[in-house]
């Protein structure tokens, strides 16, 4: 079966760039039509990030969309997410997750298979 | 943007009914049925419930349903179990975007 592996640092210092990757494995990440990233801080709620069709143009929260960068890399089968200019109120696990589809339609909330989840702190 | 709320926490007894409220702050909820609710046991990843409003999953328990009135959808969970214990989160989809209720914490006492 699908399953999804977030990757990346850590530790990201205060105004610098969280780089994450999420690998796909158990299928070809083109069989996948909707990827998204999903937050948690610490203690508290989730939140959606942002989220690319295959490796069509992304969409992303408005309060994070001028800092953050989806894309899909195909030759590796897995996508990435990027966010800039970063301070400790990004500090939260990371999880990466796929919309669930069946062959008529794709349900855009409805996240079927999530990674295990990252933990990424900002500080200095 | 849209904002989902959602009690802070319910608790209920083993055997026993809850239902767990989603209100939307504007009309997306009550224009398309696009709401899944999740549940997150502490240190996990958060797993899909429902969706599309009354949709379970293959392998969830039927104990799990779902509905929705206007603004409204709920989660209603029957024959309640000691697994049961979990956070719960909504979520809806409108306009290009994914947004999540608050959190509810449920207790089974």
């Known amino acids: 079966q699908v399953q999804l592996q977030e990757s990346g640092p850590g530790l990201v210092k205060p105004s610098g760039t969280l780089s994450l990757t999420c690998a796909v494995s158990?299928?070809?990440?083109?069989?996948?039509?909707?990827l998204s990233w999903v937050r948690q801080p610490p203690g508290k709620g989730l939140e959606w990030i942002g989220q690319i069709y295959r490796s069509g143009s992304p969409n992303s929260n408005p309060s994070l969309k001028s800092r953050v960068t989806i894309s899909v890399d195909k030759s590796r089968n897995q996508f990435s997410l990027k966010l800039s200019s970063v301070t400790a109120a990004d500090t939260a696990i990371y999880y990466c997750a796929r919309a669930y589809c069946t062959s008529n339609d794709c349900y855009l909330d409805a996240f079927d298979i999530w990674g295990q989840g990252t933990m990424v702190t900002v500080s200095s | 943007q849209s904002a989902l709320t959602q009690p802070a926490s319910v608790s209920g007894s083993p055997g026993q009914s809850i239902t767990i409220s989603c209100t939307e702050t504007?009309?997306?909820?009550?224009?398309?049925?696009?709401v899944s609710w999740y549940q997150q046991h502490p240190g996990k990843a958060p797993k899909l419930v429902i969706y599309?409003?009354?949709n379970r999953p293959s392998g969830v328990p039927n104990r799990f349903s779902g509905s929705k009135s206007g603004n409204t959808a709920s989660l209603t969970i029957s024959g309640l179990q000691a697994e049961d214990e979990a956070s719960y989160y909504c979520s809806s989809y409108a306009g290009s975007h994914v947004v999540f209720g608050e959190g509810t914490k449920l207790t089974v006492l």
């Open positions: 599309e409003v009354n």
């Open positions: 158990g299928d070809s990440i083109s069989n996948s039509q909707w």
């Open positions: 504007n009309s997306d909820l009550g224009t398309n049925n696009h």
